[in-house]
């Protein structure tokens, strides 16, 4: 196993042993809790809890989305209903961080070291923890692959893109609707986008045509774009961007790229046996954050975070991916 990586927070300051008891309890609570905002996984790929690092993805199909008649006549036998079915193996990935907290840094504090320290280094080394989860559901979610190809589509004409005006991106998600719909009797309810798709629907005519007549402005005046406004253009629950970028300083790349992914996500829903497009299967009892602990060899309190998690797509059926949706 390799060792664990630490990361260095500068505005940290020391904590005494005696202290580090008390806080250990709290900090897990933080990282169990810690969701970043502009991460979008946690909609399209909700968190259910396992019991085993391993195993099969309990993957759906049209059959678990589907009404049943639960009326009974009297004599009559009883509907028999089993949700989901075993499908490909699944294994949840270790993420070990150490927030690590130079002394040096401490000597020119002026507060006592206090719970807030270990909160800020807990929250920053979630974050880093969120965003390699975000990169592994962007990979998922965007993979041509991973769809039928009745459940897919490369905007390959210009004309069609959603940066020009010509375009039609309402009509484009209607047609993705009825598609989701046809395969799992449901409407889908997110449709997340990537930034540079954002931009371009925030400045498409159609949407602010759309806008200005629906807020009844007058012919000169511009409309602002919302994702409410934009979830309710797309008549779906929510809209959602993926902002979050990586790479190295000065060579960023945006995570989600082009894309739009339309897709019937049990938002909210903790239960993995409740049909969804994705899930992030995490073992039960993580988050955690061990003792913390102060390095001599390097003169640092050390803060560490373990998480064990994938996501996954349990029903793929529940989306639809277009591609290539700028220039």
């Not at 294994?91 to 690590?100: M, S, T």
């Not at 880093?128 to 692959?145: F, G, H, K, M, Y």
Request: charged content about 20%.
């Amino acid at each position: 196993m390799n060792d664990r990586t630490r990361v260095d927070f500068a505005d940290q300051a020391q904590m005494t042993p005696a202290q580090t008891r008390v806080v250990d309890l709290i900090l897990t609570n933080v990282s169990r809790d810690y969701m970043n905002a502009e991460h979008i996984w946690p909609s399209l790929f909700p968190i259910v809890m396992v019991a085993q690092r391993g195993g099969k993805i309990i993957e759906f199909s049209a059959d678990d989305f589907r009404k049943y008649d639960s009326i009974r006549a009297p004599g009559a036998g009883r509907q028999r209903i089993l949700f989901g079915h075993d499908g490909q193996p699944y294994v949840c990935v270790q993420r070990a961080l150490d927030g690590q907290v130079p002394i040096e840094q401490m000597e020119e504090a002026l507060a006592v070291p206090g719970i807030n320290y270990g909160t800020r280094a807990t929250e920053k080394t979630m974050n880093i923890v969120s965003l390699q989860i975000e990169q592994e559901a962007a990979t998922l979610a965007t993979d041509t692959d991973n769809y039928s190809a009745s459940n897919k589509m490369a905007l390959a004409k210009a004309t069609d893109r959603w940066d020009n005006d010509a375009s039609e991106p309402a009509k484009l998600v209607e047609n993705g609707k009825d598609q989701i719909r046809q395969g799992i009797g449901m409407l889908p309810n997110v449709l997340a986008i990537g930034y540079s798709v954002f931009k371009a629907l925030k400045n498409h005519k159609g949407i602010l045509d759309r806008l200005r007549y629906v807020e009844g402005l007058s012919e000169g005046r511009t409309p602002s774009v919302n994702l409410a406004k934009l979830a309710s253009y797309f008549d779906v629950d929510q809209v959602i961007v993926g902002a979050a970028m990586t790479g190295e300083a000065g060579d960023f790349d945006d995570i989600w790229g082009k894309n739009a992914v339309l897709a019937y996500s049990a938002v909210g829903s903790a239960m993995q046996g409740t049909p969804s497009f994705g899930y992030t299967y995490r073992v039960r009892g993580y988050p955690v954050s061990a003792p913390t602990w102060f390095d001599r060899t390097c003169d640092s309190w050390i803060y560490p975070v373990t998480t064990e998690d994938t996501p996954v797509i349990a029903g793929n059926a529940a989306g639809y991916l277009y591609s290539a949706v700028v220039t």
